[in-house]
């Protein structure tokens, strides 16, 4: 590539042009085509783990804008897919304890205190 100050032609790879000391387009074409891994593994452990999907989604999230924007729609469907399953799983939690104290009350016994 060419260095975008001088026009001297420069290695793709560097970070700073070495004839003018210019920073080069480099690191920002990389952070463009990078991944974001954490939106995608988010994602996945969304529907496995909702607890850890929803951290790495939040911290996938907060990577978009590093990744040029890559993986934003996935990291938002990972947040809303996790606080749906950790909200199922409050209410079985709920369900499960509420369900025994209506059979006792049905049943007319003591409820114990
Ligand atoms: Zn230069």
Redesign the pocket.
Known sequence: MF?H??G?E?DEKAFI?P??G?LTDAPKQQSQEKTNILAIIGFVLAFIFPIAGLVCSIIGKNNVEECGGNGKALATAGIAISIVEIAIALLCVVLLFAIPFFAILVSGLPVPT
């Open positions: 260095c100050n001088c001297k420069i042009c004839y003018c210019v």
